[in-house]
């Protein structure tokens, strides 16, 4: 009963928000007016910086879901196209399987290696290994030729400050937190750089 009161109470939580998600979507231009218009309304002075910040946020936030995504479909379909052609088990399951963990930047294309070496190591030890540098060099020409030119500078945040924010974001809220933090440290870095180069500018104009 207690399974059966999950399933139902999880099937009924993803229908009312995916409800909600295609009410907000049909009517997000007024949606975005009517915000907008609160912000000029009631912050006044402080409405022209919270345009700044929100319009940034979200540069960084499509910038950076949409390249991910794209590059994780890539990396996905490349790794199972790979399977197929050097006949791995599981290769249409772990390839939609590294596609997915390859969202979480940086390290989840190691969490897919890691499951895909497990299931394969089932049927295989030695297809296992070989599957794993299969994906190592794959990830290497990804990584080096394609991840640049999908993604490039939709982020424009340094590697060692991704793998920060990662490391905090994945402390503090799991997996969602290593995909929010990112963005989220982009869009500070971006405001915190624009301001050093506007009082940069300020001081030599004095």
């Not at 799991?174 to 050093?196: E, F």
Request: charged share 10%.
């Amino acid at each position: 009963m207690t399974s059966v009161s999950t399933i139902a109470s999880t099937v009924l939580t993803v229908f009312v928000s995916l409800v909600f998600s295609i009410y907000v979507l049909a009517s997000k231009e007024q949606l975005g007016r009517q915000f907008n218009l609160l912000i000029d309304t009631y912050l006044g002075t402080y409405a022209e910086k919270v345009h700044y910040v929100l319009d940034i946020l979200h540069l960084r936030f499509h910038g950076f879901f949409v390249g991910q995504t794209l590059e994780a479909m890539i990396l996905g379909s490349l790794t199972a196209a790979g399977m197929f052609l050097f006949s791995f088990p599981y290769a249409a399951t772990i390839g939609i399987l590294v596609a997915f963990t390859a969202l979480i930047p940086v390290i989840g294309a190691y969490i897919g290696a890691t499951i895909g070496f497990i299931l394969i190591a089932t049927q295989s030890v030695s297809q296992a290994f070989l599957f794993l540098v299969y994906l190592v060099v794959l990830q290497q020409f990804e990584g080096n030729i394609i991840y640049p030119r999908v993604v490039g500078g939709s982020i424009g945040l340094p590697g060692m400050w991704v793998l920060m924010a990662i490391t905090i974001g994945g402390a503090l809220w799991g997996i969602l937190g290593m995909l929010v933090a990112v963005p989220l440290a982009a869009s500070l870095y971006q405001i915190i750089k624009d301001n050093v180069a506007k009082r940069q500018q300020a001081n030599l104009d004095n």
